[in-house]
């Protein structure tokens, strides 16, 4: 079977399992998800899927702070964001979480829907934000791992290319863009050799200490092999 759909499968089997709701006692899906993992291991691609299947809103907090940097008029954060993320760096933990706060709390859609949260959290102090937050609507109940050996994930990031108009993402090897397409690719600028090394070593600083603070916290973490 495809790796994508083999792990979309295993992923949905996991988030069906959900649990019990307060008020009638009858288990529900979980809708309040993290989705979490190194860069490049596919987490986009999932992430789609699980919206479509089960009607979550999708929050990137890469995405967030894109929109930001890229705005025509960039804001204070939107150029503080561009400097930060091509050099593969960390947004302060306070900004983060207060954006993620705040888009959660106002987001009446998201509220009522659920959601998919994508690249949040990146440290330990992060997880514990949404872990103590007393609004049930702003903390996970679940958490969704994504994994792929180092290699492969260099292999992906330092192929992978999108279509500016549509969002999709190609690779020359894996899903080369057809080449009617070729004057309308772009590349992430954080998707270089230096800042992927520094994206990947600031995942294996902080996973241990964020997947340990959600077992404590009682949230359970699904982890999914998403290697060939
Ligand atoms: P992503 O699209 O999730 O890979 O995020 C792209 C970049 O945005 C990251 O490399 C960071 O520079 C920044 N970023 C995204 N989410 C966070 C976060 N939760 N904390 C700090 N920086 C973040």
Redesign the pocket.
């Known amino acids: 079977m495809h790796r994508v759909m083999r792990v979309f499968l295993a992923i949905c089997v996991a988030l069906a399992a959900g649990k019990e709701s307060e008020g009638d006692g009858e288990t529900k899906p979980y809708r309040q998800i993290l989705l979490f993992g190194p ?1 490049a291991v596919g987490k986009g691609t999932q992430a789609k899927k699980i919206v479509e299947r089960y009607g979550v809103c999708h929050i ?4 967030m ?1 894109r929109a930001e940097a890229n705005a025509a008029k960039p804001s204070p954060i939107g150029k503080r ?1 561009k400097a ?2 091509a050099r ?4 302060p933990d306070d900004l ?1 979480i207060r954006m993620v706060k705040k888009r959660l709390r106002k987001d009446k859609a998201c509220r009522k829907k659920g959601w998919l949260l ?5 440290t330990r102090l ?1 997880a514990e934000a949404l872990l103590t937050e007393r609004r049930a609507s702003l903390r996970p109940d679940a958490v969704v791992l994504i994994e792929r050996p180092d290699e492969l994930v260099k292999e992906f990031a330092l192929g992978r290319c999108t279509d500016a108009r549509t969002g999709q993402t190609y690779h020359p090897v894996y899903a080369p863009p057809p080449e009617e397409l070729y004057d309308q690719l772009v590349w992430r600028v ?1 998707d270089t050799y230096e800042a992927l090394e520094r ?1 990947l070593a600031d995942h294996k600083a902080s996973i241990d200490g964020i997947i340990a603070a959600f077992e404590a916290g009682g949230v359970p973490v699904r982890r999914f092999d998403n290697a060939r």
């Open positions: 860069p990137s907090t890469g995405d702070l964001a930060v993320m593969g760096g960390l947004l983060m994508d690249g949040f959290p990146r992060q954080d994206r």
